[in-house]
T-cell receptor
Framework: AQTVTQSQPEMSVQEAETVTLSCTYD???????LFWYKQPPSRQMILVIR??????QNATENRFSVNFQKAAKSFSLKISDSQLGDAAMYFC????????????FGKGTRLSVIA | SQTIHQWPATLVQPVGSPLSLECTVE??????LYWYRQAAGRGLQLLFY??????ISSEVPQNLSASRPQDRQFILSSKKLLLSDSGFYLC?????????????FGQGTRLTVV
């Protein structure tokens, strides 16, 4: 079974600075999808960014970008120019590309943004 | 556009009482449906998922059950709640025809068993 590991329970960053959240996963599959979700204090789950494993190019969405290292099974999230509104729990998730399987989530990283 | 409704938002139930949480999706057909639980300060634990009416997969042996009586309706139940059932429950759906799309989540239900 696939597993997702987020080794940083908590992180903090100064406003306007850059922070990187780590995620590793374990799979024997070659085709899959990876996601980063944000859960603000409202607890609504919001998709931040998506990466397709067959694409070598790292996904970017405005201030959010990923460093996808397929061989190392690593999928880190970089947040540039951090804003107070970025404070939230961040979850990394994996989904197989074969069959209708559910997303598997890591335990999350709580990000604090310091003004 | 697609929407997901989950209710109630908050629930306080005594130990031993039954539970029924409901989730419905609008604007799509044949979705994959999921129930996740988030304990305090922890990640999302998959409880059940369904790829069709009456087709339920259970991920964790526990005091809970799920049913899908209609294509876009997913219900989480318990006959007798335990203190350990307290947590934040999230319903989600994804497009069955496109595995690359994300899961879309409801607003969640905060359950406190007292």
């Amino acid at each position: 079974a696939q597993t997702v590991t987020q080794s940083q329970p908590e992180m903090s960053v100064q406003e306007a600075e850059t922070v990187t959240l780590s995620c590793t996963y374990d799979t024997s599959e070659s085709d899959y999808y990876l996601f980063w979700y944000k859960q603000p204090p409202s607890r609504q789950m919001i998709l931040v960014i998506r990466q397709e494993a067959y694409k070598q190019q790292n996904a970017t969405e405005n201030r959010f970008s990923v460093n996808f290292q397929k061989a190392a099974k690593s999928f880190s999230l970089k947040i540039s120019d951090s804003q107070l509104g970025d404070a939230a729990m961040y979850f990394c998730a994996y989904r197989s590309a074969s069959g209708n399987t559910p997303l598997v989530f890591g335990k999350g990283t709580r990000l604090s943004v310091i003004a | 556009s697609q929407t997901i409704h989950q209710w109630p938002a908050t629930l306080v139930q005594p130990v031993g009482s039954p539970l029924s949480l409901e989730c419905t999706v609008e604007g799509t057909s044949n979705p994959n449906l999921y129930w996740y639980r988030q304990a305090a300060g922890r990640g999302l634990q998959l409880l059940f998922y369904s790829i069709g009416i009456g087709q339920i997969s259970s991920e964790v042996p526990q005091n809970l059950s799920a049913s899908r009586p209609q294509d876009r309706q997913f219900i989480l139940s318990s006959k007798k709640l335990l203190l350990s059932d307290s947590g934040f429950y999230l319903c989600a759906w994804s497009d069955r025809g496109n595995l690359g799309t994300e899961a879309f989540f409801g607003q969640g239900t905060r359950l406190t068993v007292v």
